[in-house]
């Protein structure tokens, strides 16, 4: 059964510093997205992305975060400059055309030091 | 008022017994609700997918949607071990297609043999 990959599965950065998180949807979905959990919070909402562009974004997704689709098949998340408090979990997801299905990657732990 | 309220438990039960999950939120405009099952550090699992009210029966498992009172459960029967983990109710309005998913802060389920 297809999958949503991501890697790395963890990361450890020092603040300030940058950091690209990837992930690989199933490979017919259209929709693709970004949430994270910080330990012991709800699944929060970042941001979709359909057709090469934001379709949607949450208050959290401001100017330090930007996503791309470099290619077929990677959909990427990048933190311009880490702060402590973006320590968390950020899961992947992606859905189908015509459905609000969405399927979640086993997800990258961010750790800033 | 949260968006979505969710009981966080921790719920015990034995094994065989019958477990009720819920949750209740306030946006009138959620169309497509969803459980997932997570376990420890790692990414939601989609459990089952119902649009607008009504029952959806899945082998052990029963989602039940109440509109009218902004009410959504999930039932288990026959519960097992391995059915301990935290279950996460979400919601989306879907008024476009990949509509963001609002979810709840999840339910520990500890299933005893």
Wanted: aromatic share 12%; with cysteine.
């Amino acid at each position: 059964e297809p999958e949503v990959t991501q890697t790395p599965s963890h990361q450890v950065t020092q603040m300030g510093q940058e950091v690209i998180l990837r992930c690989v949807p199933i490979s017919n979905h259209l929709y693709f997205y970004w949430y994270r959990q910080i330990l012991g919070q709800k699944v929060e909402f970042l941001v979709s992305f359909y057709n090469n562009e934001i379709s949607e974004k949450s208050e959290i997704f401001d100017d330090q975060f930007s996503v791309e689709r470099p290619d077929g098949s990677n959909f990427t998340l990048k933190i311009r400059s880490t702060k402590l408090e973006d320590s968390a979990m950020y899961f992947c997801a992606s859905s189908p055309p015509n459905t609000d299905t969405q399927y979640f990657g086993p997800g990258t732990r961010l750790t800033v030091l | 008022q949260k968006e979505v309220e969710q009981d966080p438990g921790p719920l015990s039960v034995p094994e065989g017994a019958i477990v009720s999950l819920n949750c209740t939120y306030s946006n009138s405009a959620f169309q497509y609700f969803m459980w997932y099952r997570q376990y420890s550090r790692k990414g939601p699992e989609l459990l089952m997918y119902t649009y607008s009210s009504g029952n959806k029966e899945d082998g052990r498992f029963t989602a039940q949607v109440d509109k009218s009172s902004k009410y959504i459960s999930l039932f288990i029967r026959d519960s097992q071990p391995s059915d301990s983990a935290t279950y996460l109710c979400a919601m989306s309005t879907g008024e476009t297609s990949g509509s963001r998913l609002t979810f709840g802060e999840g339910t520990q389920l500890t299933v005893n043999p």
